[in-house]
Nanobody, 118 residues
Framework: QVQLVESGGGLVQPGGSLRLSCKASGFILSDYAMSWYRQAPGKKRELVAAFRNRGGDTNYADSVKGRFTISKDNTKNTMYLQMGSLKPEDTAVYFC???????????WGQGTQVTVSS
């Protein structure tokens, strides 16, 4: 059974840091294009960061460039999002997504809430 479970969200002050994790089970991480999305209240879900190819090249939304870093550990079947210099506008539910490179079949995690507030 394919499953993605996010963790690491929480309440953090502006300027703080958090690391989100996305643990995959039921499939091999390297067979999938992995990415992070977020959705703030009343807004559309948006791409935050992604691995755009199997070589590990990455894409970031302009709003998070230089502050967020996507990474993964294939041995742990886990993807990460290191978030720094957090701003109130980063407040959202963060989701991980996996899309199989060969078929396009995709899966979403349940999301983890990140709240940036003083």
């Amino acid at each position: 059974q394919v499953q993605l479970v996010e963790s690491g969200g929480g309440l953090v002050q502006p300027g703080g840091s958090l690391r989100l994790s996305c643990k995959a089970s039921g499939f091999i991480l390297s067979d999938y294009a992995m990415s992070w999305y977020r959705q703030a209240p009343g807004k559309k879900r948006e791409l935050v960061a992604a691995f755009r190819n199997r070589g590990g090249d990455t894409n970031y939304a302009d709003s998070v460039k230089g502050r967020f870093t996507i990474s993964k550990d294939n041995t742990k079947n886990t993807m990460y999002l290191q978030m720094g210099s957090l701003k109130p506008e980063d407040t959202a539910v963060y989701f991980c997504k996996a899309v199989r490179w060969t078929t396009g079949n995709g899966y979403w995690g349940q999301g983890t809430q990140v709240t940036v507030s003083s």
